[in-house]
């Protein structure tokens, strides 16, 4: 029977990392007198949506979530690359790097395998 108590379905620590987040980022709007750029903006937002849809249990153990999670990381990366506002070939590098990694979650998901997948129980 499942349960009737809304708190079982919300990750915790997931969500203190969301509310984290949200509080930095209200921090950061609030104190800096520049305008925010549209990569720095874009990636906020990205990252807002992610972090908040993570803090409920059952997205986190939905099939598709390590590849949305991988998407979600490159597109990250390629954000603040191609964005303009961090120009550097680490970047690059890690873009590249976690593209591949949405190709293994692709493969992973089809063949319902956790190849390259860290195990952290």
Known sequence: M?????MDSVSAWRAAVFVAFALFFGFLVWFIDEPLSRSLLSVAVLTFVFLGASAFK???THPLYNLVSAVY???LFAGMYFGGA???VVLLVLTVLSTLGVGVEVYNYRHGTSYLRLDYS
């Open 2 to 6: 499942p349960s009737s108590n809304s």
């Open 58 to 60: 059952p997205v986190v």
């Open 73 to 75: 990381t490159t597109l």
């Open 86 to 88: 961090y120009n550097d």
